[in-house]
């Protein structure tokens, strides 16, 4: 159930921060167009990733 939990937060947390990451009003976050580019976008991929693993090995966890 802990890892089903973690593994929701860390998604979420991927996706807010792809959000925050968008352009808003025609202007791009700070980070683009900089050495950091690639950097935070492995990032908001791992979380996201790492997030929707741990929801999967929770779900398994609970109904398997």
């Known amino acids: 159930m802990t ?3 973690v ?3 860390l ?3 991927g996706a807010l921060l ?3 990451a968008l352009p808003r ?3 791009v976050r700070w980070f683009v167009g900089t050495q950091w580019e690639p ?3 492995v990032a908001i991929t791992s979380v996201a990733g790492l997030g929707f693993t741990f929801v999967l ?3 398994v966890d609970l109904f398997g």
């Open 3 to 5: 890892t089903l939990l």
């Open 7 to 9: 593994g929701s937060a």
């Open 11 to 13: 998604f979420l947390a």
């Open 18 to 20: 792809f959000w925050q």
């Open 25 to 27: 009003h025609g202007a």
């Open 39 to 41: 950097y935070v976008a």
């Open 57 to 59: 090995s929770g779900l």
